[in-house]
């Protein structure tokens, strides 16, 4: 693509998330022209000073850069397929959740339409959008990003391009969820098992907060030992988590609460014994995760 178009901002589908985008892009002084397949849902937007396109080939034909948040890949596509031979020099950049395959697959599609493509996680919920602290991880076109820095760290302070390759941003979008569900669901374990020992929620917040910055606080030396493929347990051993993740699961059960959480726990831990790494540290359960997936 050698001539790249200067214009507009375009917001593409206002639904929860693309409000929030649209709100604070003018907030920060840019006037964006903003669609959505339903009308009316832009109403919000143009009183506030956004310029509404009945049609969305009109955002898009007036923009340089294109922010497209909408339910799904699907409706990324259905709104892109029409607008095809619009999207030469406009660099595109998807906010849509989907997988590293859907990212790749458009970003090929957008390309050789003219356009520049730009993957987009958003790792914040809409109230959140604009913050100082708020992350949103982009892959894919590097001209793209450097070109659009500024509005993109607008929308999030802590907006980082982590490669070329479209993928990476929505793989480590997966990778943040794998975290927030376990630590959320540990949360929801522990405060189910104090509740039948008649311990508040509200009463476990300090013990919760301290065993999450204890545990973040290994997580340096056990990415080195992931990294190294060496996992020496000099802190413990597998076999004595397993231990623990037995009486983990035996005050589950004489507390009457649902197993689905610590048995997960002591069913990866159990294959790890199984597997010989009893004397290893916790991080070879990373090699076992890998054998899984081959
Ligand atoms: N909300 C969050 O906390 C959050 C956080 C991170 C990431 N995200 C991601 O952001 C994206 C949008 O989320 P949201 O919360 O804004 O969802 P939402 O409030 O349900 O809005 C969905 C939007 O998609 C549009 N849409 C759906 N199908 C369409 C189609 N076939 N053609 C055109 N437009 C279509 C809807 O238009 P209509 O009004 O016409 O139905 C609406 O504007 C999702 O991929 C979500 O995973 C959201």
Redesign the pocket.
Known sequence: MNDHVRGDVAV????????ALGQTLLSAGTRPVVW???PG?ADGLVEAGARAATEVADAVSSAGLVLI????Y??VR??LAPLEDRLAGRDIVN????SSADARSLAAWVEERGARYLDG??????AEIGGADTAILFSGSPEAYEAHRSTLETLAGRAAHLGTDPGLAAVHDAASLAIMWSVLNGFLHGAAVLKRAGVKAVDFLPIARGGITTTAGWLDAYAAQIDAGDHPGDDSTMATHVAAMGHLLEETVGAGVDTSVPAGFKALGDRAIEAGLADRGYTALVDLLLTETA
């Open positions: 593409i589908g206002l639904g929860a998330m693309g409000t959505n397949r339903t849902r948040c909408v339910s799904d699907d409706a259905s709104v906010l849509t959740s989907g996680a958003i790792l914040a919920v809409p």
